[in-house]
Structure formats: structure tokens, C-alpha cells
């Protein structure tokens, strides 16, 4: 079978769109579709410093990449950015395959610790929950949103970038509303918001699987062992299901996803989010104290 738009042998059904790719027809697609979403909300102004938030996972390494290509052609430079739990036997493999990737394409790469920054390892700070218990995914959230905020500040960032694509987007969506808090529903819109450095998800419009393809065809290393903690939430339950649901129905996700945008339209501004600044440390935040100090404090550590 021939490429939609070339001679070539295809590789990628997009079933969805109805397109069969070959390699280098799906990977221009990706590249074309991140640099649509950025221009659509606005996601990066001429002259920005984006800080790219990397993992070492497939998500992340790959929007490094992509980012890499439009950069060549347009006025904004990277900084990748790697936050360091502190997580034995996990944490190790991904900051050297970070590491390494950045070195290859040209882009300084800049570690930050939640030891350094906190006082405290991930794995420590689990040990010192007391009566409710935190999930461990709620602590490393908030201690890695914070340590991220702060490589910003001291790289001179404008923009700060990360891989969620569109299937975290639609989970994100599904947890917020299960979980009861629709105040945050109203604050996924992917334009960025007026904060100091501007949040982004470039590939909020692109399947996960598409990324994990654009990931091998472009034989992008990434880290395949998954964080010991994944599975404490239900995120992973989520994710089988919509996959199920996608599988049965083909386009059902974008379809989720354009409907999430009405509704997180309709309830932002019911929502009353305003940056605020953190008593305690100074930071942004929408209370009196932000979760981080809050974190801290309840872990006996503030």
C-alpha cells in the first residue's frame, strides 16, 4: 500500500483522518500539527526562551525534538529541564538518557532535586505522610510543578513546555470530574494563562500512540521502565478504558477533547482562579499559602 501523499510504503494508519502514512510523512504530520497547535493558542511569542520540561520519557524527549525543528525556522530558543525525585533505581537511566539526547541535538541540559530544592527525596518524604495519606502522586506533582517554576526563574524562561498529549489531557479531564474538583476543569484551556512563565502542552492535539510511534521511527531513546508509583492513582485504569473506547469507535477522542474545551470554556471565569502571592514563600499561587508550602508543612518539613 502506497503513502496517502507520496510513493512511499506506508507505516502509520491514522484511522481517524483516514490517512495511511509512510515514515517521513508521519513524522512532517507531527512536527506540522505540534507547530498548529502553537500558533493557534498562541504558545510561543518571537524572541522566548522555552523551557522544555523532559522526563526521559517518550512524550517529552520527542517534544524536545519536534520543538528542535520549528526552532530552526522560527525566533525561540530551548532549555531542557529534568526534575530529579530522587527515586532509587528508577531516576538514574532517565537523567543519562536525557543527558546524552541534549548533547546530540545541541541543547543545554539543566537538573534540578527535590533534595537540593526541599530537603527531602520523594521516597523520604513518603516516609514522613502521617493520618490521611497523600498519594505519592500528589506530593511528586506538586514538589516537581514547583522545582520546574524554579529552573525557570534561574534559566530566564518565558515559556515552559511539556509533553502531555491528548490522551493525558481527556484523563486529566475524567479525574478532575470524578474526583470532584470542577474548579480545575475550567483552567484546561491550552492558551496560556497571564502567569510569570507561561505554561504549554504542544502536543495536547496528538494521539499518544502517534508519539510513541514518532518516537521509534525517529529512533529517539527513551526511558520504557515505568515510574513504581503509576500505579497508586487511577489514571492507568482511565487510560485502558478510553484506549477500549477508541479501538470500538475511532475518533472518539478528538471528539472528547474538542467537547472538554466547550466546557472548560463555559466554567473559567466561573471558576474565580486568580494568581495570588504565597505567604510563606512567595511564590504564585491562588490561596493564602501554596500547595507546595502546604505539602511541606503537612509532611512536617515547612
Known sequence: MKCSYCDNAVVYSRKYAGENLCSNCFSKSIIRKTAKT??????????????????????????????????????FTLQAITIDEGIPGYRDEALELVRTFCSKIGIKHNVYSYKKLFGTTLEQSLELRQGEKISSCSICGILRRRAIDFGAKELGVDTVATGHNLDDFIQTFIINLLSGDTNKIGWMDPEPTDRKARRIKPFCEIYENEIVFYAFTNEIPFQSEECPHMNEGIRTEIRNFLNLLEKNHIGIKNNMYKSILKVSSKTRDESGKKWRTCSSCGSECTGNRCAVCNTLLNLGLG
Open 38 to 75: 502553537i500558533s493557534k493558542y498562541k504558545m510561543i511569542q518571537s524572541g522566548d526562551v522555552v523551557g522544555v520540561a523532559v522526563s526521559g520519557g517518550k512524550d517529552s524527549l520527542s517534544l524536545l525534538y519536534v520543538l528542535k525543528q520549528i526552532s530552526l525556522n522560527h525566533n
